[in-house]
């Protein structure tokens, strides 16, 4: 007898909605990043996290919310000073900068006009939670995307609830689908552990987002739920599959739930340039300690010369490839 020593998780029925002439987004906690950077090594056009990493479903609308209505980074509050940088609590704090505050709020609202725009035309975007934990200004209860190592003291944490969950996003959905009402939406619930939360607390908040995602599933009957959790949790319940932390996946984990994403929403012909737009992407990535070598010479003009071959013969990544190279 035959015994299957795992619970393997089938891909989703959606082959050929994405392919390398979709413009997409991928928005939310590092596992969003995790999939965004495997999207843009095989040349996908993708935008990722460009206001940085954001954990919770508030962090999310809000900053969607002020893209989409064109609403300014210059609420009071919305920047704080700490050892001459400048940070602002609705960002990641990769976009914190020394420049002065009037230039800083200038540079995030020119920012987001970029990224109003470019959302206009996505395609497919893929929002990631992570916790439904919340760290709140006790100056006025709003909720923080990044503490930026302000004191404890700034904060008050608490839980968002299923229904507060469930509102932000639904109104994410409809912020995103106001510069585009074709948009297709995928819904995932990151496997990342927040363990300091504590274990059960940690179980109880990935519950809360699986159900606030279904919930939404069903409020929108195109809006697509794509299981990332369970096929940490389900497939690959084994902690060589976490990194040294034991709360990341691990690069083979996140390369096996994006292969099933792939096949989810790629078809054939899709997989196979993504193949080789990969392979071209890890050239153009090689350093070389030699650069005046005969050999890096003649690697760099192979590289050229495999960019050229594939921009020819498949136009839609020829943008992708510009951005890492210059073609003669």
Not at 68 to 89: Q, Y
Not at 214 to 239: C, G
Request: hydrophobic share 40%.
């Amino acid at each position: 007898m035959t015994v299957n020593f795992r619970t393997l998780v089938s891909p989703l029925d959606f082959r050929g909605m994405i392919n390398h002439s979709t413009p997409m987004l991928s928005l939310g906690s590092c596992f969003a990043a995790n999939i965004g950077s495997r999207l843009e090594k095989e040349l996908f056009d993708v935008e990722v996290n460009p206001l940085g990493t954001l954990y919770n479903p508030a962090s999310i609308y809000t900053v969607i919310y002020k893209i989409a209505t064109e609403a300014m980074f210059v609420a009071p509050g919305d920047i704080v000073e700490r050892d001459g940088m400048r940070h602002c609590w609705l960002c990641h704090s990769s976009l914190s900068s020394p420049e002065p505050e009037q230039v800083y709020v200038e540079r995030l609202n020119d920012m987001a006009a970029v990224l109003r725009r470019k959302i206009a035309n996505v395609q497919v975007a893929v929002l990631t939670f992570g916790t439904r934990h919340v760290y709140r200004l006790k100056s006025d209860n709003s909720i923080v995307a990044n503490c930026h190592k302000m004191p404890a003291s700034f904060f008050a944490e608490s839980d968002l609830s299923l229904h507060d969950c469930e509102s932000y996003i639904c109104r994410t959905v409809e912020a995103l689908r106001s510069l585009n009402p074709a948009m297709k939406i995928i819904l995932t619930v990151s496997p990342v552990r927040y363990v300091g939360e504590g274990l059960h607390r940690s179980t109880l908040g990935k519950a809360t987002l699986l159900l606030a995602c279904e919930a939404v599933t069903r409020a929108f009957s195109d809006v697509i739920y794509f299981p990332s959790y369970e096929i940490m949790m389900d497939d690959l319940r084994d902690y060589r599959f976490y990194a040294a932390d034991m709360k990341h996946p691990s690069e083979v984990a996140v390369d096996y739930i994006y292969d099933i994403f792939a096949e989810s929403f790629f078809d054939k012909a899709t997989r196979d340039l993504a193949v080789k737009a990969s392979r071209l992407s890890a050239r153009m990535a090689h350093r070389n300690i030699c650069a005046a070598s005969e050999a890096t010479a003649s690697f760099q003009a192979k590289t050229l010369e495999m960019a050229r071959r594939l921009s020819e013969e498949y136009p839609e990544v020829s943008q992708q490839i510009m951005k890492h190279i210059q073609l003669p």
